[in-house]
């Protein structure tokens, strides 16, 4: 199916959103149809945050807005089921909001696999994954790489192994798309590395990736859209050749930078 008629995964119209009495969202449109790998790309405070909070419905969009949409497969988006029905999240502060929760219950790999089919962190009591989740568990940690990692306790592995151990919590219900919320943060060197070549795999699996990141250098080659975000607005939309260039990174980081592009991997320096 050419990706232009594929269905559309969601589609956000004209969102507003105030963070307090600022006006966060500016009347934002973002669509995503089945299979597209996007990036969203903009400095820290341009409204990405409230982005996610806003599709995790920790913050609420203005409804009587005109033109205002928010769906999900065609429906309306109304309850927090939905999006992780649709979509796999893996947020930067998701992670920081649960590091001291699992380093405290000593949480290990398989478990925070699992406990993506409860919504948990880690498997309390009550809950008894059944054979079937098991087994997929534990094919999405192998195609992640992380099998040695079963038994271990997340705070024993290191930031690069926990990341990918999230993403597999992420993965684990099969979403129809991944969301990644500046995934590279706080990683080393070669646990980066790692992560792209792991992002690279999602994206020829045909799994629909959104990318959101204020690093140019986390764009992988798959992506194959760009969005930039400044002052809560989608100010480009396009190809990453027609989008990214030196002039247009400059204006959206507000400081004069030059865009190096080599295999397609970019890096932006200093002018």
Known sequence: MPRAAAPLL??????????????????????????????????????????????????????????????????????????????????????????HEITERSVAGLELVLSGFFDSIGLWPHMRPTPAQRRRARVVMRFLGVTHLAARALKEMSSGEQRRCFIGRALVHDP??????????????????????????????????????????????????????RDGRIVADGTPRRVLNSASLSKLFGAPLRLVRTRGHYDLIAR
């Open 176 to 229: 129809a798309a991944l969301l990644l919320d500046e995934p590279t943060t706080s990683l080393d060197p070669a646990a980066v590395l790692e992560f792209r070549r792991v992002l690279r795999t999602l994206c020829r699996r045909r799994k629909s990736v959104v990318l959101v990141t204020h690093n140019v250098a986390d764009l992988v080659p798959e992506i194959e859209r760009v969005l930039l975000m």
């Open 10 to 99: 969601f589609d956000f119209r004209q969102l507003t959103v105030f963070r307090g009495e600022r006006r966060a969202l500016h009347g934002l449109d973002l669509q995503l149809r089945a299979g597209e790998h996007v990036a969203i790309l903009g400095p820290n405070g341009c409204g990405k945050s409230t982005l996610i909070k806003t599709l995790t419905r920790e913050l609420y969009p203005i409804t009587d807005t005109p033109g205002y949409r928010f769906q999900l497969l065609g429906e309306e988006f109304a309850d927090i089921t939905d999006f992780r029905k649709t979509l796999g999240l893996v947020a930067l502060d998701q992670l920081q909001k649960l590091s």
